[in-house]
């Protein structure tokens, strides 16, 4: 029978093959690359003529075309990163009278709606696979206690000792400080100080997991509640930290519709999975932790304002870095401990001047920041002390800064001959200022612009626009 190929011109086929699929590789049963069409090469970065008679896994990273000569299994809409970006491939075994002869592998995006389609789909991949990476990252880390927690200032020790008299309470905590100031370090402190401490400690960040998995992953799911649910349903975090913990990081970040969910839960102690009928009993000691005002949310009709007060049964305000400056020095000398157990270097010293600049810096990264700072000098370090020349820029420069800010105030500082005050334009003092929070915010997140401007609660579009005015790369 003519199945019509066979009047098609023989030279016709190759671009026909590559009118149907813009990116192609065919291999053979040992997976040795046969064909390859020019634009996966250039995709790839090599040419025809090096990829052919290559194996694939030499030719194309993250391939498993090998596999599917072995296997038989066709792959379809497979997330496949190549050269940073996550394609979507489609591998399938050739099959040529009854036996593997090979197997074609094709990465495209043919339309439009194509690409959008793959790319929600990828899109919840990827951010699955993110919060389930960080997640047991986290679950990884050791647990921290009260004396892990670093301060002698009287603000912090009055927040510290109050964590510690609570924690065997039962009532919700509410974890409430900047960025950086130490929440979770405090929410472990906590669970690891009551008689829970045995039992589960389950941490969730209400911000970093996709809104369509939250609530499937707080309160489980059933058997059949999505066309992809595993069998047999699978257990929310209330059940997993059962007569536990429940760690709510981030809370004001919490979607409303899920807010009302879980007020539910917390006055009934009892979750239904998604697409459940039975109610499941929970005993679960929360503690929400948040950097967010929520006060000011419920008056903006963010926050719901019910769920608050049954959240703010215990409140406790961690101070950040600035309003316990005291703290400084003997924090660092924790932290320098242990980044030098991190990097097997041990006795790594600060010099006055340097435990002077840090203590003039305002910390608008807290803890975390100032833990990133001697990261950084440690690595930039050659022998056993740090010196003002290993410290960020924006901190080696502090000094001018710091002392202009103490000529403003007059109270501190008495204008004198040498010692006049100086006093620069409102516009200029504000574009320092507001440069220096942009590279204070780049140094708490490592350079990551897009956290850096939700951490300055400013759009990334506007942070760009700065970073630029203020010659920031
Ligand atoms: N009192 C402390 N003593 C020593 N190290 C601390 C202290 N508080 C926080 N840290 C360290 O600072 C870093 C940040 O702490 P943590 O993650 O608990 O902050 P956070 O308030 O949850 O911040 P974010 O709001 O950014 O999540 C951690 O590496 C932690 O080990
Ligand atoms: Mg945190």
Request: with cysteine.
């Amino acid at each position: 029978m003519n199945l019509g190929m066979e009047t098609i011109p023989l030279n016709w086929h190759e671009q026909i093959i590559n009118l149907l699929a813009e990116r192609i590789v065919v291999v053979d049963r040992e997976g040795i690359i046969l064909y390859i069409n020019e634009a996966y090469c250039e995709f790839l970065g090599t040419t025809v003529k090096e990829a052919i008679n290559r194996p694939v896994q030499d030719v194309i990273e993250n391939t498993r075309m090998h596999i599917v000569v072995k296997t038989g299994q066709k792959e379809l809409a497979a997330v496949h990163p190549i050269n940073g970006s996550e394609m979507v491939a489609n591998r399938f075994p050739l099959v040529v009278d009854g036996e593997i002869v090979g197997a074609l592998g094709t990465v495209m995006f043919r339309s439009p709606e194509e690409w959008r389609m793959y790319k929600t789909k990828i899109q919840n991949l990827a951010e699955e696979l993110k919060y389930y990476k960080t997640k047991v990252e986290k679950e990884l880390k050791s647990k921290y206690h009260f004396h892990d927690l670093i301060g002698n200032s009287t603000t912090f020790l009055a927040a510290k000792k109050l964590a510690e008299r609570i924690s065997a309470s039962n009532s919700s905590v509410l974890l409430i400080g900047e960025s950086g100031t130490g929440k979770e370090l405090f929410a472990h402190a906590i669970h690891n100080n009551s008689i829970r401490a045995t039992l589960p400690f389950v941490a969730i960040n209400c911000a970093s997991i996709p809104e369509h998995l939250l609530e499937s992953e707080l309160f489980g799911y059933d058997d059949g509640a999505f066309t992809d649910a595993k069998k047999g349903g699978k257990k929310g975090q209330f059940e997993v930290a059962n007569n536990g913990t429940l760690f709510l990081d981030e809370i004001g970040d919490m979607p409303l519709s899920m807010q009302s969910k879980l007020l539910r839960v917390l006055q009934e102690k009892e979750v239904q999975r998604v697409g459940g009928q039975k109610s499941i009993a929970v005993d679960v000691r929360i503690i929400a932790a948040t950097h967010r005002d929520l006060e000011k949310m419920v008056e903006q009709g963010k926050f719901r304002q019910d769920l608050y007060y049954r959240l703010n049964v215990i409140k406790i305000e961690i101070p950040p870095l600035r309003k316990r400056k005291t703290d400084i020095p003997l924090i660092s000398m924790s932290l320098l401990k242990k980044l030098g157990d991190k990097f097997y270097r041990k006795g790594i010293e600060l010099t006055t001047e340097v435990q002077q600049r840090l203590m003039e810096h305002l910390w608008p990264g807290n803890i975390r920041e100032l833990e990133n700072v001697l990261e950084r000098a440690i690595n930039v370090l050659d022998g056993k002390t740090i010196e003002v020349s290993h410290l960020p820029l924006y901190l080696r420069d502090q000094v001018l800064e710091s002392n202009s800010i103490n000529e403003i105030k007059p109270m501190e500082n008495v204008p004198s001959e040498n010692n006049p005050i100086q006093i620069s334009s409102l516009k200029d003092t504000l574009a320092q200022v507001e440069k220096e929070a942009i590279l204070n915010a780049l140094v708490v997140t490592n350079g990551n612009k897009q956290e850096a401007a939700k951490l300055l609660e400013i759009s990334k579009t506007s942070f760009y626009e700065k970073c630029k005015l203020y010659s920031i790369r």
